[in-house]
């Protein structure tokens, strides 16, 4: 069993999980930018194509629940997406407040460029695939506790 950590110790930088979490996500994307660039995606932008990728046709507060991301941030985001060519945005008709977001041609064919990504990840990371999904299971968890 582990002790706690004395006032000292708990107040150390590399003692604190938020810290680790935190330059665990900044060496993740830096990880991702180049392959990304060859996509012509922000991290952001390609965590929205995931979703779209699993669901086309979700409406924007669907898609901002899937992120946990507010329609602040992605608003802006999706309008870049429309302007490359990779998404529409369109009006509901029974509701015009409600937007809908679709993949284009060119969204759909990006898929078959980004296959590649989650096999360079893993490489990166040196795990094995049943480490990765426990990892990910605990990250899960977090979030959920984290929650409330």
Request: hydrophobic share 45%; with cysteine; proline share 5%.
């Amino acid at each position: 069993m582990t002790r706690p950590l004395n006032p000292a110790q708990a107040l150390q930088l590399d003692n604190q999980l938020c810290f680790a979490l935190y330059s665990a996500s900044l060496a993740m994307t830096k990880l991702y930018k180049p392959l990304l660039d060859e996509l012509g995606l922000t991290y952001p932008q390609y965590l929205a194509m995931l979703v779209l990728w699993e669901r086309d046709g979700l409406s924007v507060s669907q898609l901002g629940e899937r992120l946990s991301l507010d329609s602040g941030t992605l608003t802006p985001l999706l309008k870049r997406l429309e302007i490359a060519g990779l998404i529409a945005r369109i009006r509901a008709v029974q509701d015009e407040r409600r937007v809908h977001v679709t993949l284009t041609t060119a969204g759909r064919k990006l898929k078959s460029r980004a296959h590649k990504i989650p096999g360079c990840i893993l490489a990166a990371t040196k795990y094995s695939i049943p480490d990765v999904v426990q990892l990910m299971h605990q990250m899960q968890d977090l979030r959920r506790r984290l929650a409330g």
